[in-house]
């Protein structure tokens, strides 16, 4: 008798549990995996998501919200919506039409974040100014101290071509600071491509990608040969 009085109240919980997490997330911007994407959403539950994926392909696609699900307008594409915390879950029903609206290598379902304070567009476009500015007038130690935590603190959010650029700005700084060992450290996930030759970043990444990454490339070469001395 108490298994079977239990049951029915795990059940509900659960049932429960399932319906707080789908629903239209508060209105705001959320950064997709990697920084190569966003979604907002306006208080009146209308939303649009844009996303890049490989090669520059894009998706684009806008709608409103209702109880944690979006039908996209004369299509049978759902997208599903499911708040945690600050994070977005986003998928859809799996109907082909959810495909129009994206390149052949770009996606749009993951996990939208939104993002610290410190770490929206705006808040690090403002650290990287004030970073040049201190960087430019030679105080190091300070541009250290403003540059580091953005790296650190919005890894998650950021784009790969962004961060691959604060990596070189910070390790530059450390190097000036004669600090080469941390300067080795800060460029060490960028040293594999480093090593190889352009036709080698040509021939790893697609034709557009390999177009904005082989000037941070070369960066790195550069800034590898001063830190190794």
Known sequence: MKLKSILPFALLACAGLAAAQTATPPAGDYIYERGSGSLRVKPDGHFDITTIGANAHTCALD??????????????????FAVNA???QVTTN???Q???????????????TRPTPACTDKAVANSRK??????????YAAAQTTL???????????????KAWLRNDLALTQFKLNDRAACLKTLQPLAEDADRTDDGIKDNYPPADAEIFLPVVRAT???LKLCRG
Not at 74 to 80: F, L, M
Not at 98 to 112: I, K, L, M, Q, S
Not at 148 to 162: E, F, G, M, Q, Y
Request: glycine share 8%; aromatic share 8%.
């Open 98 to 112: 959810c495909r129009d609206n994206c390149g052949a290598r770009a996606g749009f379902e993951g996990t939208y």
């Open 130 to 139: 004030t970073f040049k500015r201190q960087y430019d007038a030679k105080d």
């Open 148 to 162: 580091a935590p953005v790296l650190s603190d919005c890894d998650k959010t950021l784009d790969w071509i962004t």
């Open 221 to 223: 070469r550069t800034n």
């Open 94 to 96: 799996g109907a082909d």
């Open 63 to 80: 709608g409103t919200i209702v109880r944690g699900k979006a039908k996209l307008d004369d299509s049978a594409c759902v997208v599903n």
């Open 86 to 88: 600050d994070k977005v």
